[in-house]
C-alpha cells in the first residue's frame, strides 16, 4: 500500500511544477511544455492508482492522455509557429488581441 | 304609473302554417338581395349597375307583399289563435342558454311588418331617381336592403337574443348608411359619433337580456311574459330602466339624443328611411314589446314618461331654430318620437297610441324628408332653408305632398297625426296633468316650427343662390312622395271604431278605463287651439318680414342656445369626452414614465454589470489559466469539506 505513496507525491510536484509553470512562463513553448509535465503528472498518478487497485482502466487511461497529448502537440506547435512568423514573437502576452 | 290592467302573457303560440310558412322569406329576400348586391357589385361593377337598382327595389317589395298576404290571413283568425312562431334553427345553446332563431308574427309584429316593407319600398323606388347620379348606386341599395333585412329580424324575433342581433344589424346599417359619402369629413364624423353613442344604449340592452336570463333562466318573450309576474319589483324595475338605456340610445332620446342631428349627413333617402320613419322607432318598439316588464315596474315607467315628455319638448325647441332643412326635421323626429314614448311609458292604456302614433309619423315624417330631399335636388343640395323660399311654383308636386305631411304633423283635424297625436294627449292628460300639459305645449310647438319650416322653404320671395334653377323632380321621386301624401292623410282611419286598440289587445293587454279630468272633445278643442296658437306665431314671425339671407347673430339666448341642440354636444364634450381625454393622456403618461421606465431601469443594470464584468476579458492566457486553477481549487475545497464533514 504505502508503495504507491512517493509515485503520488512525485506526480503532485510534478503537477505543482507545471502549474506554475504555465502561470509564470510568457515564452509560448515552455508554456507548452509545462502542459506536458502535468498531463504527465496525471498519467503517473493515474498509473500508481491502477496499480494500487489492481484494475487495468487508470493505465487505458493513460494511453488516452498520451494519445490526446499527441494530438494537442501536433495542433499547438502549428499554431505557435503560426503566431511567430506572422509576429515574430512567442510571447503569449502579445496574442491578446481576443479582448473586450 | 298606470295601476292594473296587466297585459295578457304571450301564452301557447300556434306554430306556422299556410302562407305562415314562408315567415322567414320576409326577411331572405333583402338578405339575399344586401348579399348579392355587395359581393356581386364589388365583383362585378360594370353588370350591377345597370340592374343593381332594380333588384335591390324588388326584394322589399316582394317581402311587402307576403307581409300583406300573412296580415289578412291573421286577420281571418280567431283573436286568440293571433300569435304565430316559426322555429327555424336553434341559434345559441350554451349551458342553460337555450336561444333559437325563432320568428313572431303577432299583430305588433304585423304592423311593423307592413310599415318597413311598404315605407321601405316606396323610399328603394325614391332612390332609384336620387341616387342616380351616385357612381356608388348599387352598394348603396345593398346597405339599403341589409337595413331592412336587420330591421326585420329585429321586429320578427321571439326572443331578446334574435332581436339584439338585429337591433345591432340596424346600428350596422345605419353607420354605413350616415357615412355613405365617407369622403366628406363630417359624414364620417357623423357616423362614428352615432355609432360610438348606440354602444352606450346597446350597453343597457345586452345588461337588461342578461339579467332577464339569469332570473328566468331564458331570453324568450313567452316564457318572461308568462314569469314576469313572481320576479319581484325590483328585478323589473332595474331590467325596465336598462331597456330604456337601449331605447334611448337607438331612439334619440334624451340624454343619448346627441347623434340624431348629425346623422343628417346620409343621403336624404336614409334620414327618412332609418332616421324617421323605422328605426329610430325601434327603442319604442321595444318597450311596447316588452311591456310584460314595464307593466310590473310602475317605477321605470314613470322614468319613461319623464325622458319622454324632455325629449319631446326638446326636440321641438331645437326644431324652431335650425335654418337646415333636415336638421329642423331630424329635431321634429326627436319630439314626435318624444310623443310615442310618451305613450308607451303610460302603459296599456298608451301602448296601442304609441304604435298608432308610430305608424302615422312613418307615413307623414317620411313624406316630408323625401319631399326635403326633393327640395335639395332641385337646389343643387342646398340645405339652407334661408336660400329658399317661393318654391311652391316651381315644385308644385313636390310642395302639395310636402303640405299633406305638414298638415298632419301638426295635426290639423281630419289629417293622420290629428287622430294619434290627440290621443297621446288625451291619455296623458288622464294620467297626469303635468306631463299632459307639457304635452299640449309640444304640439303648439310643433305648430311653430313646421310653419316656420313650410313659409321659409315654399313661400315668400325668392333668395336662391345664384345658378340654381329649381325643378320638380322626376315622376320616379314623386310617385313615392304622393302615396305617402295620401297615406298621411287617411292612415287616421286605423283609429276609426278602436280598431288599432282592439287590434293590439292580445299584446299590450286591455286597459283600465279611466275618466278623464276633462271631456276628450275638450282636450281636442284645446289641443287645435293650442297648434293654432303655433302656426299663428309663426306667421306673425316668419311670414310678415322679410327672411334674411344670412342668419343674423343678434339674437336670444333661447335661439342660441337652440341652434346649438341646447349644448347637448357642449355637455357631452365637459363631462365625458374631456374627462376621457384627460384619462387617455394619463395612462399613456403612466405608461412611458412608470412602465417604460421600470423596464428601462432593467437594461441599464444590465449593461452596467455588462460593462464592469466584461473587463475580465482582458485577452491574455495567463490570467485564463489563473482563473481556472483557481476555479478547480474551489471544487475541490468544496468536495473536501463536503466529505470531511
Redesign the interface.
Known amino acids: 500500500m504505502d508503495s504507491v505513496t512517493p509515485f503520488i507525491v512525485l506526480s503532485s510536484i510534478l503537477f505543482t511544477i507545471g502549474?506554475i509553470g504555465?502561470?509564470?512562463r510568457?515564452n509560448a513553448i515552455v508554456?507548452f511544455m509545462c502542459v506536458e509535465l502535468m498531463l504527465n503528472a496525471c498519467n503517473l498518478a493515474l498509473v500508481a492508482f491502477a496499480h494500487q487497485y489492481g484494475n487495468l482502466d487508470g493505465q487505458i487511461a493513460a494511453f488516452f492522455v498520451m494519445v490526446v497529448a499527441a494530438a494537442e502537440v501536433v495542433v499547438g506547435l502549428a499554431i505557435i509557429m503560426t503566431i511567430f512568423r506572422t509576429r515574430r514573437s512567442a510571447s503569449?502576452?502579445d496574442?491578446?488581441?481576443?479582448?473586450? | 304609473m298606470a295601476e292594473g290592467g296587466h297585459s295578457v302573457p304571450l301564452v301557447d303560440p300556434t306554430s306556422a302554417d299556410g302562407v305562415f310558412s314562408l315567415m322567414w322569406l320576409v326577411i331572405a329576400l333583402p338578405a339575399a338581395g344586401a348579399a348579392v348586391l355587395l359581393i356581386g357589385g364589388a365583383l362585378a361593377p360594370r353588370a350591377f349597375a345597370s340592374f343593381g337598382h332594380l333588384l335591390g327595389t324588388l326584394m322589399p317589395i316582394g317581402s311587402f307583399a307576403l307581409s300583406l298576404a300573412m296580415f289578412l290571413q291573421l286577420q281571418g283568425r280567431d283573436e286568440a289563435d293571433r300569435q304565430v312562431v316559426q322555429h327555424l334553427w336553434t341559434f345559441i345553446r350554451v349551458g342553460e342558454l337555450d336561444a333559437g332563431f325563432d320568428l313572431l308574427y303577432d299583430p305588433l309584429t304585423a304592423l311593423f311588418l307592413l310599415l318597413i316593407t311598404g315605407v321601405g319600398s316606396l323610399i328603394h323606388v325614391y332612390s332609384i331617381g336620387y341616387m342616380e347620379h351616385d357612381p356608388r348606386r348599387v352598394r348603396f341599395f345593398g346597405y339599403l336592403n341589409l337595413f331592412v333585412a336587420a330591421m326585420l329580424v329585429l321586429i320578427m324575433s321571439e326572443n331578446y337574443i334574435g332581436l339584439f342581433l338585429g337591433w345591432e344589424g340596424v346600428g350596422l346599417a345605419s353607420y354605413l348608411l350616415i357615412g355613405f359619402w365617407q369622403h366628406k369629413h363630417s359624414a364620417a364624423a357623423a357616423a362614428k359619433k352615432a355609432f360610438v353613442i348606440n354602444r352606450v344604449g346597446d350597453m343597457g340592452l345586452s345588461t337588461a337580456i342578461m339579467l332577464a336570463f339569469v332570473t328566468f333562466g331564458s331570453v324568450s318573450f313567452t316564457t318572461i311574459s308568462a314569469g314576469a309576474g313572481e320576479a319581484g319589483e325590483k328585478t323589473m324595475t332595474a331590467m325596465g330602466l336598462l331597456l330604456l338605456l337601449g331605447a334611448c340610445g337607438k331612439s334619440a332620446q334624451v340624454p343619448l339624443q346627441a347623434w340624431l342631428l348629425d346623422a343628417m349627413e346620409g343621403p336624404t333617402p336614409v334620414s327618412a328611411l332609418i332616421h324617421a320613419a323605422t328605426m329610430v322607432t325601434a327603442g319604442v318598439y321595444l318597450v311596447v314589446r316588452s311591456n310584460f316588464v314595464f307593466d310590473y315596474a310602475p317605477n321605470a315607467q314613470t322614468v319613461v314618461v319623464i325622458v319622454a315628455t324632455v325629449t319631446l319638448l326638446w326636440g321641438a325647441v331645437i326644431g324652431c331654430a335650425k335654418d337646415d332643412i333636415k336638421k329642423a326635421l331630424a329635431g321634429s323626429t326627436m319630439s314626435q318620437i318624444g310623443y310615442m314614448m310618451l305613450g308607451a311609458g303610460l302603459g296599456p292604456a298608451g301602448y296601442a297610441f304609441a304604435i298608432f302614433h308610430l305608424l302615422t309619423h312613418g307615413f307623414f315624417k317620411a313624406n316630408m324628408f323625401l319631399g326635403a330631399g326633393s327640395v335639395m335636388h332641385g337646389m343643387d343640395d342646398d340645405v339652407d332653408m334661408r336660400h329658399y323660399g317661393a318654391l311652391r311654383k316651381a315644385m308644385p308636386i313636390t310642395f302639395i305632398t310636402f303640405a299633406m305631411g305638414y298638415l298632419a304633423i301638426i295635426g290639423f283635424p281630419g289629417f293622420s297625426g290629428f287622430w294619434s297625436k290627440d290621443k297621446i294627449i288625451e291619455t296623458a292628460l288622464a294620467e297626469n296633468w303635468i306631463v299632459g300639459v307639457c304635452a299640449l305645449l309640444g304640439a303648439g310647438v310643433t305648430g311653430f316650427y313646421m310653419t316656420r319650416l313650410m313659409i321659409m322653404t315654399f313661400f315668400g320671395e325668392k333668395r336662391w343662390e345664384k345658378d340654381v334653377h329649381p325643378h320638380e323632380s322626376p315622376s320616379v321621386m314623386t310617385f313615392p312622395l304622393i302615396v305617402l301624401a295620401a297615406l298621411s292623410v287617411v292612415s287616421g282611419v286605423l283609429l276609426l271604431g278602436g280598431w288599432i286598440e282592439h287590434w293590439l289587445e292580445p299584446v299590450t293587454g286591455v286597459p283600465d278605463h279611466h275618466e278623464p279630468p276633462i271631456p276628450a272633445l275638450a282636450v281636442t278643442g284645446l289641443a287645435v287651439l293650442v297648434v293654432a296658437a303655433g302656426v299663428a306665431l309663426a306667421v306673425a314671425l316668419v311670414a310678415r318680414r322679410p327672411v334674411p339671407r344670412e342668419a343674423p347673430t343678434e339674437v336670444s339666448f333661447a335661439t342660441r342656445a337652440a341652434r346649438a341642440d341646447i349644448y347637448g354636444d357642449a355637455f357631452n364634450d365637459q363631462v365625458i369626452v374631456e374627462p376621457g381625454r384627460a384619462l387617455t393622456t394619463g395612462l399613456v403618461r403612466m405608461d412611458r414614465s412608470v412602465v417604460d421606465g421600470t423596464f428601462r431601469a432593467g437594461v441599464v443594470l444590465v449593461g452596467g454589470i455588462g460593462a464592469l464584468t466584461r473587463r475580465a476579458q482582458n485577452g491574455y492566457v495567463r490570467s485564463y489559466a489563473l482563473s481556472v486553477l483557481g476555479g478547480v481549487l474551489l471544487v475541490v475545497l468544496a468536495l473536501l469539506a463536503v466529505n470531511l464533514a
Open positions: 502549474a504555465v502561470l509564470t510568457r508554456v503569449v502576452d496574442a491578446s488581441l481576443l479582448k473586450y
